[in-house]
């Protein structure tokens, strides 16, 4: 019950500190005969990885994932697919800094008291390096579904938001600029922002959005697992995000039914899509879109209090290179946990 | 896996359709020896249920619990309590109008398309109904936690919002007013909005805020079954929601880390509380607060298209008794919901 | 994780005490559309239930179970079925005798210790009365498998042995008598002697053989979940039993690798079928056959020393009627459980 | 659902192909601050992998067990302990032979008839060295459960059968002989005849009795996951297993019920104990003691006949070294699942 695993039917379970010899995981489920690229694997590891650009933090984490078994002549064989990416550089950095201290918004405090004690090398298991391995299982349930497209960007950084409606976006521009943002004036400007946000040793928060299309209908159980539930269960376990809406979200709450109910089309398609492409908790065919809020990191330049483990509050400044907005990073993980999801309803979908 | 389970330790299974004989559910892994109140259980099945007040659905459910097992003598046994809520006036309506026909953003179309057919009699499972087995089953999760305390409220209808920080309000008026929001001066104008609604024939969304005191340290686990994740699914969960957002939420997105990161005192509470009482997935102690966000209901008095079975569009008119905010309703749902989820995360945090 | 579900994709959850208000349970997963057979499941019912033969206890449950959910127009919808059984002589008896008093080999004790109390009344939860749920739901299960036979019978008696090959039996017979033994002099044989061991006031174990017949290829699944695995799991959850074995089972541990290796016909049908028809835990297509031992039940109507909650021993008396051998009983009971276990892998079977 | 977990709050994952490049598992919810023994580990390791005598197979496994996370600084974390056992010599076989053939009693032709085609390269998943993850996790959990001790040993080698009581066995002798047979004369026997059986390029079976001690009251849960019923899934998972059977076993199902009933003492435990420590699926507190029975391996060097994929018969011999007798191996196997089982139902057993 640890935790550590999402998926029922595609079921990922994931292992790994961030300065332990490895992480890595197991992809349980996964059908039989997918032939797979290993190319679109590293491209999003790749995505994912801290040092793409000037905008993210410089860190190295070469991310090289290894696949140890379920794959034969390049083909899935349904048994597990164990998979490892190793720690190059576990030994190479200074955490006495931390080994008695709470950094103040970490998880150091609460894991002290929920296990007694904690492996203080970084974040360990808190680490947002552990979404590497759900990027690894999101890529292959993205090859698993070829005919469903996701598609996630940057719409908004700090108090930057970009309010063009995604149907007037063009995704191919997304991993065009290091924001990840497909309108290009929106982006230069957010990137602007998250340069001077570095120089200030500080950092911000965000929002992606997500849009999923060529969705069947049919996905998704009613009651308990919603298609929408488990997607916003995704997206809530994603480190740093603090709020998930889809369709029309929190602004659909201010709505009456008369303006929200969306008509039918002859076809079964909808003339608006303020459902966001579920109904009843079940995938009705139309694009899927939700937005994710993600929280500035905690960890920054700045000198800030923190509490040591005998009750003594220190001031403490942050080392080494930090990472001033991760949403752009954040965008591949948004898409593999959305791709994780639609795989598992997919194959509960076929029990039918 | 047709997700009509929510809970791994402290499990709730619900059956049941709106106009079957009678709903119900099995909640297994509920501790032996915890001495029930009843009262407290029929009281919140009672504000939950329909016709509490004029602004509400005047429809007639009599909601009565029968338990059928694991209490003995008064108290909790260790084995599954089974229990059933009689559907008293399944047979009374017509639903006949909506056997062929595909009602606009109800869950009609997709069950049909996913099962091949449906019980049209109402929404079958897809209806709400469904969440009075919620309500029994987190009636008694807050009693297995009597020191832990959980209050919802209506925090907006429609366009009207209650901006007062929670701090400042009274919970204990929470119940003394239809629409259940603790200030009786945005209560009085959102109750006269509803009721303008109503006249209209139509409906309309709102938001209902939780509030958990009380938390011990230490309950969520890290990676995919944060705390905040599975409140986020639980709340997503409840019919018409479309949005969640706990401690600073979206807004949250728009900050820095400087002005987000919750200082420690130096007893490991904090002086500010943006993390919503969650840190890295696990509470720490201080308040757990969050926001969720339900659509106007699809059903209403007003003529609209609808869609039937050989591809024609029709008007339909909406039939009987109505709800026109169905947000007053669900505020003891979302704390049942609530109730459930720390329950669950109460029993794990014991096999450590 | 209290231990009241069984399967994972054709999920059975049970509850209810031997003397509580009702037995029932949910059937989640069961897919949509299947026309069910009330007769049939009624009268695996009848075979089930006490009272059926002058052999077996006198002690009267009607088990008329209702359906609560998951049903319309006799089709299964793909939502939960809901069930109960009601008890309908639950306040006849009398058991203050037991309870302050642990009987031998009953589960008294053990629930004591890990519960903290008990509801003394019969065995409450640990109650064979509990399988009139299972056989609910596998009679659900043979009618989704319509096309796969199950046949199970009573080969032995105490130390009365049927040792002919099933493959010589006629089943037809099995129902021809109150043994369940399609072996007719076997049959007379095992009478008799239960009948003497009815009046001696004691009990008798005895063997109960299972052979699926027509199972596709491919059910089941490597490592953990082994389809002989979750078979012998199923079988060993039934009480009073403590052993099982499948194709040449114990004595197949005597055997060299020469003489028990099932060689291949051309259409990969096997010449021999030691394997039992599984193998790598996965159905080849050849006969599944199984046998489950049954100890005596425990009560018994000769006095034996009991225990009391205070560490007085104290003589004590069954009371009532009781059953001098369960095990033709137990037979439906056996069919039901290996219809759920084929039930769900046949689901899973979907997902590749 | 593919089947490679084993537990649920103590939750073994496993993956690897005999001849892929690595083996390895998960074990999520280990508890933290557990100080490991990692040379009593790799001693368990040791017994289970082949070479150890000249009555096992002498193909090379070196078995070096590498843990990549959840422990720090020799102590568990309460994180996943992930782990990877490399296959050093994958590439040296040729396997050629079997590419389009399935041997006889192997799971060749199932695998390839359940997902489409297989990693032919030996046994793939369904080979035996699927279990030396399974000694990782079992070794663990025995040092979680450090006063509960387990003991298993070969009772019987094809026909040779030790028929002497554990209670009158020295389980200290059980490594001092290559059989893992504690009595001395059956050993030397049992040897003598594993001997002779590789000579004939043969097989043999037997049986691995297990005996655990020092149990508390109340482990398993009632109805469906009763402690032997796990016990026996655990067991019957193991590759060549056919038969399991605990207490009095089938010779039970021969008895009366004045006869097996296993009397008080004052203090709770029974005069007797053919209940097998069990009773209602619920520790008793008596020893726990059951029998696994092992068919002989299906690899031999004698000539049979194999199917190959276009539908012919075709002569095939082994090829390498056999393992005449896997049942010595096994005794550590056994052992390990035990263990699971136990650290599973012990984490249970904590949420009452």
Redesign the interface.
């Known amino acids: 019950?640890?935790?550590?695993?999402?998926g029922?039917?595609y079921?990922v379970?994931?292992?790994?500190?961030s300065h332990?010899?490895?992480?890595?995981?197991?992809i349980?489920?996964c059908?039989?005969?997918i032939q797979l690229d290993f190319e679109a694997i590293e491209l999003d590891m790749a995505r994912r990885k801290p040092g793409q650009s000037a905008i993210v933090t410089q860190r190295k984490e070469p991310d090289a994932v290894?696949?140890?078994?379920?794959i034969?002549e390049g083909?899935t064989?349904?048994?597990?697919?164990?998979f490892?990416i190793p720690n190059t550089n576990q030994k190479s950095d200074d955490y006495s800094h931390i080994k008695d201290n709470?950094r103040?918004?970490?998880?150091d405090?609460?894991?002290d008291?929920?296990?007694?004690?904690?492996?203080y090398r970084g974040g360990?298991?808190?680490s947002a390096r552990?979404t590497a391995s759900r990027v690894v299982a999101g890529a292959i349930a993205k090859q698993m579904l070829s005919e469903i497209k996701i598609n996630a960007y940057v719409s908004?950084v700090?108090?930057i938001h970009l309010d063009t409606p995604y149907q007037e976006l063009d995704f191919s521009k997304i991993e065009s600029n290091p924001v990840r943002c497909p309108d290009e004036k929106s982006a230069a400007i957010m990137e602007e922002y998250i340069r001077d946000?570095r120089k200030?040793g500080?950092?911000?928060?965000?929002?992606v959005t997500c849009v999923i299309q060529n969705v069947p209908?049919?996905l998704g159980?009613?009651?308990?697992?919603?298609l929408?539930?488990?997607l916003?269960?995704?997206m809530?376990?994603i480190n740093a995000v603090?709020?998930?809406?889809?369709?029309?979200?929190?602004s659909?709450?201010?709505?009456?039914?008369?303006?929200?109910?969306?008509?039918?089309?002859?076809?079964?398609t909808?003339k608006t899509n303020?459902?966001?492409g579920i109904?009843?908790?079940?995938?009705?065919g139309m694009d899927i879109y939700f937005?994710v809020?993600?929280?500035?990191?905690?960890?920054?330049m700045?000198t800030?209090?923190?509490?040591d483990n005998k009750?003594?509050?220190t001031p403490m400044t942050g080392k080494g290179r930090h990472d001033p907005c991760v949403v752009p990073r954040a965008v591949p993980i948004v898409e593999a946990m959305a791709a994780i999801v639609l795989a598992d309803f997919y194959?509960?979908?076929?029990?039918?």
Do not use: W
Not at 202 to 207: A, F, P, R
Not at 221 to 226: I, L, R, S, T
Not at 279 to 284: A, E, H, M, R, V
Not at 304 to 307: A, E, G, T, V
């Open positions: 019950m640890a935790g550590n695993s999402f029922k039917l079921k379970t994931t292992f790994g500190e332990g010899e490895a992480l890595g995981g197991i349980d489920g059908p039989p005969g290894q696949f140890l078994s379920g034969f083909k064989t349904g048994t597990p697919i164990g490892i709470y103040p918004s970490h998880a405090y609460v894991y008291q929920k296990y007694g004690f904690r492996d360990g298991r808190s552990e908004s700090g108090p946000i200030q500080d950092t911000v928060g965000g929002v209908v049919g159980e009613p009651v308990f697992d919603k929408h539930a488990e916003g269960k995704a809530l376990s603090k709020g998930f809406e889809y369709g029309s979200g929190f659909g709450s201010e709505m009456k039914g008369s303006e929200h109910n969306d008509l039918y089309n002859p076809d079964g909808t303020l459902s966001g109904q009843g908790g079940i995938s009705n937005r809020a993600f929280k500035p990191v905690a960890t920054i700045q800030q209090d923190s509490l009750g003594n509050i194959l509960i979908n076929k029990t039918y």
